[in-house]
């Protein structure tokens, strides 16, 4: 099938090359030129393990292109998926002017029975805003449809996700539309038939509900970890016990730093914006939201009161962890950028280490002096005091012990509750966590 998505963002680009690898002839369209021509050459602007070699191979079977051109784009398609971003306005409410120029745009190109998806996390009625803006733009009689399709797919695990997905929702009340959507995701549901068809705006607040569950989860498990902390108890036994419980579960149970990224904030405060305009009240979401901000605030806490208010001046720090979650190059909304900001007003220096996210903490962090980004994890770890782990990627779970004795202080405050407590101790280091 010929398909047509627009925005070649995590969700528009991961789409894209993998409906292309399902068998269907893909043209993304990304109007910033330069994404384009780096897409071409497989090129892509940000890191997602996979994804390259995918487009590479994709592009060499010609059943993906690139361009920046609309009327290109949208040639004999009739299938097109929006998957441009909506980000937060200053009043925690969603910005969909990039949806809403590209139904436009996109409207002048539809030929009759198109069907037009929106992927990208949308707020209730924004379907029904694409329909009125296409009807109101659209060249002739043509008949067109406008469908919800949200994407649940996990940064760093994105392609593993759009390709065995657990649930395909599509939100759209007509017949056509179901018709074609089985025809499209047929490879993915065969077994599985995991296809869900809702309303579309039980679609779109599925999408919602999805991440602030999994957002609710992460907090509740960071609430009860201050408890577990005074009483001594490691909340990873804790968890452990209550994944057994089937109807728990044993995901996004982890007490940490707290949850970060481009969708679990923003989605929250577009949540309980929504609340707020409709007047009820959502204890529920606010609080996950403040749990989430305590978090980080403790652990700042503890940062600082590893010495003395003195010699805080005259300490150095060595940070492993600088993007929101391993596997991912992401800084966005990351705890451990907004941590680096108010450790660097109270220690000497920093050091920052990171696998792949040091080019954009760069540009977060600029402006800060105190602060040296390291070309390994154990670069100049023999002047530095203290290690703070703030993102739990593999070489930081799994470091060498040797190398991290070089440590002055030999103190190690773990964001993640990752590191094995016993160990370290017997190995003569000082270790602090949030609970473990
Ligand atoms: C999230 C959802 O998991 C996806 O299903 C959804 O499609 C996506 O948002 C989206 O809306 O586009 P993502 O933001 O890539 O995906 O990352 P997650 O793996 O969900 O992690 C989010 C944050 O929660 C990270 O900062 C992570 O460190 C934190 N987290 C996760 C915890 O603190 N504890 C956990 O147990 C799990």
């Known amino acids: 099938m010929k398909i047509t998505v627009i925005g070649t963002g995590y969700v528009g680009l991961v789409s894209g090359v993998c409906l292309s690898e399902m068998g269907h002839d893909v043209t993304c369209i990304d109007t910033n030129p330069k994404v384009v021509s780096s897409l071409k050459k497989g090129n892509v602007t940000f890191y997602e393990p996979g994804i390259e070699d995918l487009i590479l191979k994709n592009i060499k079977q010609q059943k993906l292109s690139f361009t920046t051109s609309y009327k290109k784009g949208t040639q004999n398609t009739k299938v097109f998926f929006i998957c441009v971003g909506t980000p937060s306005l200053k009043n925690g409410s969603c910005d969909t002017s990039f949806i809403n120029d590209v139904s436009q745009k996109l409207s002048r190109h539809l030929t ?21 803006i296409i009807k109101k733009n659209i060249k002739s009689n043509n008949k067109f449809y406008v469908a919800s399709n949200p994407e649940f797919l996990k940064e760093g695990d994105a392609i593993n996700d759009f390709m065995n997905p657990d649930r395909i929702i599509i939100g759209t009340e007509d017949d056509y539309v179901i018709e074609i959507s089985k025809k499209i995701y047929k490879p993915l549901i065969i077994k599985k038939k995991n296809i869900i068809f809702l309303k579309t705006r039980s679609a779109e607040l599925s999408k919602y509900a999805s991440n602030a569950f999994l957002a609710t989860k992460i907090s509740f498990m960071n609430e009860l970890s201050m408890l577990a902390d005074e ?15 089937t109807r728990i579960g044993k995901h996004f149970l982890n007490a940490g730093l707290g949850f970060g990224g481009s969708c679990f904030p923003k989605d929250l405060h577009s949540l309980e914006y929504v609340f707020k305009q409709k007047k009820i009240n959502s204890p529920l979401i606010s609080a996950t939201i403040e749990v989430n901000n305590n978090q980080r605030k403790r652990f700042l806490q503890k940062a600082y009161a590893l010495y003395e208010h003195k010699e805080l001046k005259k300490k150095k720090l060595l940070v492993w962890g600088l993007t929101f979650k391993p596997n991912t190059d992401d800084v966005r909304e990351s705890q451990s950028i907004k941590l680096i900001k108010n450790l660097s007003k109270k220690y000497n220096h920093l050091y920052l280490y990171d696998p792949k996210g040091i080019p954009n903490a760069k540009k977060d962090l600029k402006g800060l002096t105190n602060i040296t980004y390291l070309n390994t994890q154990y670069e100049f770890i023999s002047k530095c005091d203290a290690l703070i782990l703030c993102t739990e990627w593999n070489e930081f ?20 509750n990752v590191l094995d407590e016993a160990l370290l101790n017997k190995s003569g280091f000082r270790y602090i966590s949030l609970a473990n």
Request: proline content about 2%; glycine content about 4%; cysteine-free.
């Open 112 to 132: 009759d029975k198109s069907i037009v998806y929106v992927k990208s996390t949308v707020p209730i009625g924004t379907n029904e805003l694409v329909s009125k």
């Open 231 to 245: 009483y001594k108890i490691s909340i990873n036994d804790v968890k452990h016990a209550m994944s057994f419980d």
């Open 397 to 416: 779970v799994n470091f060498d012990i040797e190398k991290v004795a070089k440590l002055k202080d030999r103190i190690i405050l773990d964001g993640r």
